[in-house]
């Protein structure tokens, strides 16, 4: 984390998001509207996501929502916990070489079920992959809010430190980001 300088497009769509998520917020209401014409347009077009959102498959989380992003703004990346293994890392480098896209958030959320379970011993709840990845993030923390956040710095340290990125952020400049989602609020907040 920050071992790399934003590169101007990371830094915009970093903007984006931020302002987005202040507008979600301001609004209480998502802004996304999908209608026939935007789906048309988008099908014809060529797709140009401006991040990657890693994030939890929580049915709560809806990130087009949260950031205001209309059709076809955010490469979407989904797993409980929003934990990282070669099929998420894999599907980075694709939209990063396919799309262009130079920012990666990993989008942790209050109130994680895949956390909870963890934090509180009941893990075998989860399938031993998931809890295995969130326990080599978070230790004995038994905070939950802490936990979430040791989890997506963990997950971006992953992600940052795969080789595959490791070597687009020298050709491109992928920058990756920590974030975490508050259910309660609509909030995100930045790492
Ligand atoms: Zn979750």
């Given at each position: 984390?920050?071992?790399?300088?934003?590169?101007?497009?990371?830094?915009?769509?970093?903007?984006?998001?931020?302002?987005?998520?202040?507008?979600?917020?301001?609004?209480?209401?998502?802004?996304?509207?999908?209608?026939?014409?935007?789906?048309?347009?988008?099908?014809?077009?060529?797709?140009?996501?401006?991040?990657?959102?890693?994030?939890?498959?929580?049915?709560?989380?809806?990130?087009?929502?949260?950031?205001?992003?209309?059709?076809?703004?955010?490469?979407?990346?989904?797993?409980?916990?929003?934990?990282?293994?070669?099929?998420?890392?894999?599907?980075?480098?694709?939209?990063?070489?396919?799309?262009?896209?130079?920012?990666?958030?990993?989008?942790?959320?209050?109130?994680?079920?895949?956390?909870?379970?963890?934090?509180?011993?009941?893990?075998?709840?989860?399938?031993?992959?998931?809890?295995?990845?969130?326990?080599?993030?978070?230790?004995?923390e038994k905070d939950e809010y802490k936990a979430?956040?040791?989890?997506?710095?963990?997950?971006?340290?992953?992600?940052?430190?795969?080789?595959?990125?490791?070597?687009?952020?020298?050709?491109?400049?992928?920058?990756?980001?920590?974030?975490?989602?508050?259910?309660?609020?609509?909030?995100?907040?930045?790492?």
């Open positions: 984390m920050g071992k790399v300088e934003y590169n101007c497009q990371a830094r915009e769509a970093l903007k984006k998001l931020i302002e987005g998520n202040k507008k979600y917020v301001e609004s209480s209401k998502a802004s996304i509207d999908i209608d026939k014409e935007a789906l048309l347009k988008n099908y014809k077009d060529r797709q140009a996501p401006y991040a990657i959102i890693v994030t939890c498959s929580d049915s709560r989380v809806i990130p087009e929502a949260i950031f205001s992003a209309e059709l076809g703004d955010l490469f979407v990346i989904r797993v409980d916990g929003n934990v990282i293994d070669s099929h998420q890392l894999e599907s980075i480098v694709y939209a990063e070489e396919h799309f262009g896209t130079g920012l990666v958030v990993v989008l942790g959320h209050t109130h994680c079920s895949a956390i909870d379970a963890v934090v509180s011993g009941h893990s075998h709840e989860y399938t031993e992959y998931i809890a295995t990845d969130i326990k080599k993030a978070i230790g004995s979430c956040i040791m989890n997506v710095m963990h997950c971006c340290d992953v992600v940052e430190s795969s080789l595959m990125i490791q070597q687009d952020e020298r050709e491109s400049g992928l920058n990756v980001v920590g974030a975490v989602y508050d259910l309660e609020t609509g909030e995100v907040e930045f790492i």
